[in-house]
């Protein structure tokens, strides 16, 4: 029951959209109306600058870190975090408050990993910055940091990696057309507005 529970609450809360909530505070343009249509940090950061960037982030962590850390506590196995998991990444691609209108849930995975341990967390933050500085595509370096979190697991938390999986697959899934623009050379650089 207590898993039931949390499965609807993880999926609520992530249907909070970080980008939507920082667009009224900074008076910016809707983001799935403008730059790359996604309702993420890299597209706020585009169309709204650095602070509205970083709100968004802020908001699409932390807002699966809380029922992922909630979970945890309460004892719920790996297995089922991992379900609960996937329904706040859920919520995110699919949020209940916007039509199922969502995004590509990287941040919100990353907050669901992020109880697993901080050094998970710098692991991660160091590939994607890595990854970023070396090829300038947010998308490209959100598909290999969230490719190596089942290894980085592994290496840490090996508990976790079968749910970690799971994440990592949905996600990459989630990335199909920007693994299509990539191959085909007309995927937008992090900092290239559209």
């Known amino acids: 029951m207590i898993f039931i529970f949390m499965l609807i609450v993880a999926y609520l809360s992530g249907s909070i959209s970080g980008a939507r909530i920082s667009a009224r505070i900074f008076k910016t343009k809707k983001p799935t109306e403008h730059g790359s249509l996604n309702p993420g940090a890299t597209n706020m950061y ?17 807002k699966a ?11 719920i196995s790996p297995i089922q975090l991992g379900f609960i998991a996937i329904a706040c990444c859920l919520g995110h691609i699919f949020p209940i408050f916007h039509a199922f209108k969502g995004g590509k ?5 990353f907050g669901s990993m992020l109880p697993i341990g901080l050094d998970l967390g710098v692991s991660l933050i160091i590939t994607w910055f890595i990854s970023l ?12 940091s969230v490719a190596l979190s089942p290894v980085y697991v592994w290496l840490l938390k090996p508990t976790y990696v079968i749910p970690v999986s799971m994440l990592a697959i949905l996600i990459l899934i ?13 995927e937008p650089k992090y900092d290239q507005k559209r």
């Open 46 to 62: 585009r169309i709204g600058g650095l602070k509205a960037g970083v709100l968004t982030l802020f908001i699409d962590v932390f």
């Open 105 to 109: 849930a990287v941040a919100t995975a």
């Open 174 to 186: 989630r990335h199909t057309p920007n693994i299509r623009r990539l191959i085909l050379g007309t």
């Open 65 to 75: 870190v809380l029922p992922l850390w909630g979970s945890y506590f309460l004892g």
């Open 133 to 144: 500085y070396a090829f300038r595509y947010s998308s490209l370096a959100s598909i290999i």
